[in-house]
């Protein structure tokens, strides 16, 4: 099948180096300088007890456009303010049948590109991860996380071409997870990251943070567990002890990993802020759910008592 990953940062990059490096036929959206070291040098990832180096074929949305590509699956692994801008791509690169599979931070992305693109297969998704990009041409994983996971809103996992995605990826080293209930596991994973990005943000912490018993686990802990409520009221709720199974996922991760949102907000650029922390404090008041440790937080970011989308 012919992959194109859209996105070349620490979840896109990634993605496109382990399943170029098995031998699938994947392309890369790329730019800059970035761009420019992948089409010289090939893909370089940092792991934490080894490296892997490897060609992709990388090139521009506009290049991809004019050779009139069309991939088979699409990875959409961009930040969530800058989904709308690949749509154009996402229309010139799809076919009848192709599968479209955002990986994005923001809980629901899946569903908001299904409305722009009802006649395309669109699923929802996420991705566990812990990558950055470093330099041009250099990404680092943070851990050893490495997991996709994906499906229909409905449940139907009868589309052949979702089960070549799961021995494509696993033959890649990547696990995937072929979701049922993709509504549900998709907001156990918005369970970690957003309060991982929220108290990050928040403390100005990092991983080895919350790792210690102090200030910044237990507003972690608060976080998941209002997100825990959420997912009740929602009518999804987790299926396993979200606290501890969260906790363990933290409790892996490198001592210096922040949240990508925390990372932007530092450079001073666009942040997912939005969708990470104020959505929150939205999806509390819409499901009736206190959510104080959100509404705490967001109120440091400027978001004002009853302000909407």
């Not at 021995?167 to 907001?187: A, C, Q, Y």
């Amino acid at each position: 099948m012919q992959y194109l990953i859209i996105g070349a940062g620490g979840t896109g990059g990634c993605l496109a180096g382990y399943l170029a490096k098995a031998g699938k036929e994947v392309t890369l959206i790329a730019r800059g300088a970035h761009l420019e070291a992948i089409q010289a040098n090939g893909l370089t990832i940092e792991r934490l007890h080894d490296t892997l180096q490897t060609p992709v074929e990388a090139m521009t949305e506009q290049e991809y456009i004019r050779q009139e590509r069309k991939a088979d699956v699409i990875f959409v692994c961009v930040k969530g303010y800058s989904l709308e801008s690949v749509y154009g791509l996402l229309e010139k690169a799809s076919h009848a049948k192709t599968v479209i599979i955002p990986i994005l931070n923001i809980y629901g992305t899946g569903e908001k590109i299904a409305k722009v693109f009802p006649d395309l297969e669109v699923l929802n998704g996420c991705i566990y991860i812990a990558g950055e990009r470093v330099r041009p041409g250099v990404l680092k994983l943070s851990g050893d996380i490495f997991r996709i996971v994906y499906g229909r809103t409905d449940g139907d996992t009868g589309n052949p071409v979702f089960h070549q995605i799961a021995r494509d990826l696993e033959e890649s080293g990547i696990l995937p997870i072929l979701s049922e209930n993709v509504r549900r596991d998709t907001f156990q994973k918005y369970s970690f990251v957003s309060p991982m990005a929220a108290v990050g943000a928040y403390c100005d912490s990092n991983a080895g943070d919350a790792k210690r018993p102090g200030e910044v686990r237990e507003m972690f802990i608060a976080c998941i567990r209002e997100i825990d409520a959420l997912a009740n009221a929602m009518g999804i709720p987790f299926t396993v002890d979200i606290v501890e199974t969260n906790l363990k996922i933290m409790d892996d991760l490198a001592d210096a990993c922040t949240a990508s949102m925390q990372k932007d907000l530092a450079r001073g650029g666009e942040t997912e802020m939005d969708g990470l922390i104020f959505e929150v404090v939205r999806m509390g008041r819409q499901y009736g759910v206190p959510v104080p440790t959100y509404e705490k937080i967001a109120a440091k970011f400027g978001f004002a008592a009853g302000e909407e989308k």
